[in-house]
DNA sequence: CGCCTTCGAGTAAGCGCTTACGCAAGCGCT
DNA sequence: AGCGCTTGCGTAAGCGCTTACTCGAAGGCG
């Protein structure tokens, strides 16, 4: 056997099966050229020396890397000292979950990912996004990595889906029908629940999927006569933290409560609701409460959160596929992929929770 | 600008620089031969132009990808049916925090990861392991993704750094140290709080860390003329719903319970604690539960979590950083890094949880 | 039975970089 | 002034693959 600083190559594979470099290459992508016999020479060659080629000699040689890279916002949780919601781990599981869908499809192509993350208050610097353009065929960028200018800067070089984001000139972007699912909620929160004034409890407000919501909330409530509250008072950051920061600071400021509060997705709702029991709001007799998302502990929570679930696995399903086939040099129909989502009405908005988990009665 | 399928090399900024590729390439890697001028000549063309080197063709040239992969489990959390502990999220957080290390250390040295995750039920396919052996300059991974026969056999061909595992011949391994935290622990059961018998709830059987941990419960125990149980009866898989079940299946099959019940990690502990209350068990007064880890969470809990403290992150980084020192050539020391574990005294084990945060009084 | 096609397999030309080597110019020294 | 050094840069040889091109053998046909 070789030492592991003397690797082998196609060269040594070749001799032993006493054929060319050629028919190694043709037997190892699956060509259909040479004939039984040759391959199975090959083969037998490649599993005794326990051969595996180089994954850089293949990429410049075939221009094709077969790695896509993907980067994401984290939390650089600090495990120490804020006073972490127990729910706050779950931060994690919408962009978790996302690349875990962008995980699935990859493998489908025999792509690997490279996985690079960005601390939330940071930028992505542009040394490391060069490296990762430097070993990639393509880039998949979560919501807030970069700016548009950036992306499109980025995208004249290689492929480029965002998730969550706009679309530009050269890249597309995948993201879940915000305006059809708020304003499903909020026509639900004023039709069935009489709701007279509703909030919109945003996350970041340069995140295209918020300001999306917050379009939709203040379209229909005007569309229904109804008063919207929105602004940097009502700033959640997409977290609980934040949800219950906005909540306290309203009530510290003697503030009143809408009828409603539609957040910007579970995480701050569920942040809100957290503050509002501490003040001795009751929900829904108080305040009617919403999320967005519909993250698994949606569900687990006193009230259960009435929300608009998104297809988040699939989105990252849908990313991977629409950069996979730009990098097969296919042009991309549309700019914007937009998947559906659904209107999952749970006890936190005053709907009886009778069918709330989607099962019948067990 | 040139079109993205025609992709800019060298000699574009070669020639914009009106220098040789030499040149552009000296430039690009911070040697010390080109003068200011030139250098100044070469990166103003860079910029000009956006070039990025491709990764591939630096890979090939170099002999150095700059690329890790790491291959850890995944729950692959099916959100939908089973009932869920809130903490299950919480699972991610040791391979996560872990990853976080990972990076941290990568990033140090300008190295991307290539991560790939393994449903906790399979192995990681061959195909897969070649994939990722072809694209990278060494391998991390995480506990149980492959047989130490399989280990061996990848550790000839690249460098391969376990988490938690066994070192073998050819690899080498970083753990938290097991047996002496372990040791301490029981040790503090027996002495402080009078255990007379103690339970193992183990994790995955073919777990190292969930063996060293009951092989030093099972000596500590014994040196102290106590009781030591241990066996499948007490596997619970690292889990939350394992560590539930295991004490659902003792009292339901009308066994008795031991004094005190040192669990493989928190998760499982977590989840022994919650059975334990819904059988009218109180913890500490009917029985001692300790765990493993200090998650985030175990603080969090009532009563709050005795355990042992693995400075989860830094076992990350080092497990990078040893990597990367093979990568380089050198030879480890040693086959195995063993990092200083700490004993966190909380309310579970009957300890009052006046020093439980390790902050003063607030 | 010879000619043209088909097919398996080999030869060699890159893919886009890094770097050993070599050359020319500039320097200090005798 | 002549010598050998150093220094800055260009030339060209790979790195380990894929694949276009080529060639010989085998088979089908008139």
């Known amino acids: 056997m070789k030492a592991k600083d003397q690797a082998l190559t196609i060269y040594d594979v070749a001799q032993r099966a006493g054929v060319s470099i050629a028919s190694v290459s043709r037997v190892l992508n699956g060509h259909t050229t040479p004939r039984p016999e040759t391959r199975e020479r090959v083969l037998q060659a490649v599993a005794e020396l326990g051969f595996v080629p180089d994954g850089a000699a293949r990429a410049l040689s075939s221009r094709l890397k077969e790695v896509v890279a993907v980067v994401y916002r984290q939390m650089w949780l600090d495990s120490a000292d804020e006073p972490v ?39 992505l610097p542009v040394a490391r996004l060069h490296s990762l353009a430097g070993k990639s065929d393509g880039i998949l960028l979560h919501d807030r990595v970069l700016t548009p200018a950036a992306i499109v800067r980025l995208a004249d070089r290689l492929p480029v889906v965002t998730l969550a984001g706009t679309p530009t000139r050269a890249s597309v972007n995948v993201v879940g029908d915000n305006a059809t699912g708020m304003r499903e909620l909020v026509q639900h929160l004023i039709e069935v629940h009489d709701a007279r004034t509703i909030a919109f409890l945003s996350g970041h407000a340069d995140s295209p999927d918020s300001v999306m919501r917050a379009k939709a909330v203040q379209e229909t409530a005007a569309a229904h006569g109804v008063t919207a509250l929105l602004g940097p008072a009502w700033e959640g950051e997409y977290s609980a933290n934040g949800g219950a920061r906005v909540i306290r600071n309203l009530l510290d400021g003697g503030g009143t409560l809408p009828d409603a509060i539609a957040c910007a997705n579970d995480q701050s709702a569920l942040g809100a609701v957290y503050a509002l029991r501490e003040r001795g709001y009751g929900i829904p007799e108080d305040v009617l409460v919403t999320g967005f998302d ?9 009230p259960p959160l009435t929300t608009v679930r998104q297809p988040v696995q699939q989105m990252g399903t849908a990313a991977f596929d629409a950069l996979y086939s730009m990098i097969d040099g296919k042009k991309p129909e549309q700019r914007q992929l937009t998947l559906p989502v659904e209107l999952v009405l749970r006890g936190s908005c005053g709907c009886v929770p009778q069918n709330a988990g989607g099962r019948g009665l067990s």
């Not at 919601?85 to 779950?90: K, N, Q, R």
């Not at 519909?294 to 687990?300: G, M, S, V």
């Open 294 to 302: 519909d993250i698994p502990l949606a569900r687990h929570t006193s």
């Open 85 to 123: 919601f127990e729910s706050e781990a779950e931060n994690l599981a919408f962009v978790d979950v996302m690349n875990r869908g962008i995980e699935v499809a990859a493998r489908r192509r025999n792509f690997d990912l490279l996985m690079s993350s960005v601390d939330v208050h940071d930028h």
